[in-house]
């Protein structure tokens, strides 16, 4: 009953009109930042943090909630719509989201991309007010075994993903590996591989090295078809999905919301791994993995 009292009276705080305009600020603020391709939510929430100073503590909490949510579905707008993921954990959007504005259904897109991130969203608090204690000892007993395990799926999923050689996927992950060992040691605090440069005791940036594989290989790709360029038009009046959308996507929505639930109890698991796994889960129990990559919903 306690829980339940003090959910309700935070509730009534939240529901505050001053607090509600707060709310709707961050978000619509986070938004726009979130569309801008190389600021992500962290970003945004450093970069806005001195706006919540003249405020009362709940108020900022619930702007820089509302910054962080806007910037995080402001980056799956450019993965549709450009194919330039706004926020690395936006990547996987760009492969059928991008599909499905080439195909007049970026409306959709975007709207199903918002319908799903508010209800996995919604649901994934409400869990964490009920079950944070018993994730949270969870979460500590997860050792360096299962961190090791857990990337070493990650890195198993992303060769699964690539298309083509399996030996270049190979390559490019261990590649991968090896500019994430770029900065300052996490335990030893020894510098890796920075060859003196101070530029790089804080490593590379992923939205960087993401941005450049993602948007300059589509720059390149259009500079190699010499006929029949056209700029596509996309779709954007009928933003809510259809029937048939909602019946594809219904159980995709349920299993992603568990999936990303538990990974994201886990410290340091964060977004990226969550959207990967959800995406190859979901072409696993497909009836139609044919049709992942080529817009499907």
Known sequence: MDVLSSLWLGLGIAMQPNNLMFCFAGVFIGTLVGVLPGIGPVAAMSLLLPITFNVTPESGIIMLAGIYYGSMYGGSTTSILVNIPGEAASVITCLDGYQMARQGRAGPALGMAAMGSFIAGTLAVVGLMFMAPTMAAFAVKFGPAEYFSLMALGLTILVWLSQGSVIKALVMACLGVVLGLIGIDSITAAPRMTFGQLELLDGLGLVPIVMG??????????????????????????????????????????RGTILGFLLGILPGGGAVISSFLSYVLEKKLSKHPEEFGKGAI
């Open 213 to 254: 594989l993602f948007g300059i290989a589509e720059i390149l790709a259009n500079l190699e078809q010499k006929l029949d360029r056209h700029i596509f038009e996309a779709n954007l009046k009928g933003l809510m999905p259809t029937r048939e959308d909602w019946k594809r996507s219904a159980g995709p929505i349920w």
